[in-house]
T-cell receptor
Framework: DVKVTQSSRYLVKRTGEKVFLECVQDMDHENMFWYRQDPGLGLRLIYFSYDVKMKEKGDIPEGYSVSREKKERFSLILESASTNQTSMYLC????????????FGSGTRLTVV | GDSVTQMEGPVTLSEEAFLTINCTYTATGYPSLFWYVQYPGEGLQLLLKATKADDKGSNKGFEATYRKETTSFHLEKGSVQVSDSAVYFCALSDLKQAGTALIFGKGTTLSVSS
């Protein structure tokens, strides 16, 4: 069964910590994405990557960075976590091609205290 | 730019009622259209899709028809169940921008009571 795996379902971190959220896909997809989901705001795109070592800013990249050293892994980094980064984080991957949808991971609920 | 507009929720229905969740889109190209479902505490799952005008996507009793003339992709189900309670997202992918991000609506929460 093909899948996107996010390393943690729940995470609690302290303000100022450096936080790594990991995402791995086994479908050989070229494209990977990080979203955050907040009540009333829907899904907001943070960063995406269309190839190894390539990255593009999404709608809300401030306070985040990403790393894609291997095709199957896309990491989201919070350089210095803040309470306003408490959210549900969703990773997705997609094959290149307009008819291809996303496959999502189960999400990581991050709480910054 | 491209956008997706969904009806605001929450939608509250009794079991076996008919469901419609409206979705309209704006796109300069020829998008593919998707419905995703998110059950409580989980990520999003693809529910159905349509890749060209007049296509009908269907899955688990849900249907949606790609209407180019009205730029719509409304989700319907003839008889909802309590287990259908979830958040539903409409999304589009522009074929001219293959490989870039899908564009999502804000989601519609459906609550079904027995």
């Amino acid at each position: 069964d093909v899948k996107v795996t996010q390393s943690s379902r729940y995470l609690v971190k302290r303000t100022g910590e450096k936080v790594f959220l990991e995402c791995v896909q086994d479908m050989d997809h070229e494209n990977m994405f990080w979203y955050r989901q907040d009540p009333g705001l829907g899904l907001r795109l943070i960063y995406f990557s269309y190839d190894v070592k390539m990255k593009e800013k999404g709608d809300i990249p401030e306070g985040y960075s990403v790393s894609r050293e291997k095709k199957e892994r896309f990491s989201l980094i919070l350089e210095s976590a803040s309470t306003n980064q408490t959210s549900m984080y969703l990773c997705a991957s997609r094959r290149t091609g307009g008819a291809s949808g996303y496959t999502f991971g189960s999400g990581t609920r991050l709480t910054v205290v | 730019g491209d956008s997706v507009t969904q009806m605001e929720g929450p939608v509250t229905l009794s079991e076996e009622a008919f469901l419609t969740i409206n979705c309209t889109y704006t796109a300069t190209g020829y998008p593919s259209l998707f419905w995703y479902v998110q059950y409580p505490g989980e990520g999003l799952q693809l529910l159905l899709k349509a890749t060209k005008a007049d296509d009908k996507g269907s899955n688990k009793g849900f249907e949606a028809t790609y209407r180019k003339e009205t730029t719509s992709f409304h989700l319907e189900k003839g008889s909802v169940q309590v287990s259908d309670s979830a958040v539903y997202f409409c999304a589009l992918s522009d074929l001219k921008q293959a490989g870039t991000a899908l564009i999502f609506g804000k989601g519609t929460t459906l609550s079904v009571s027995s």
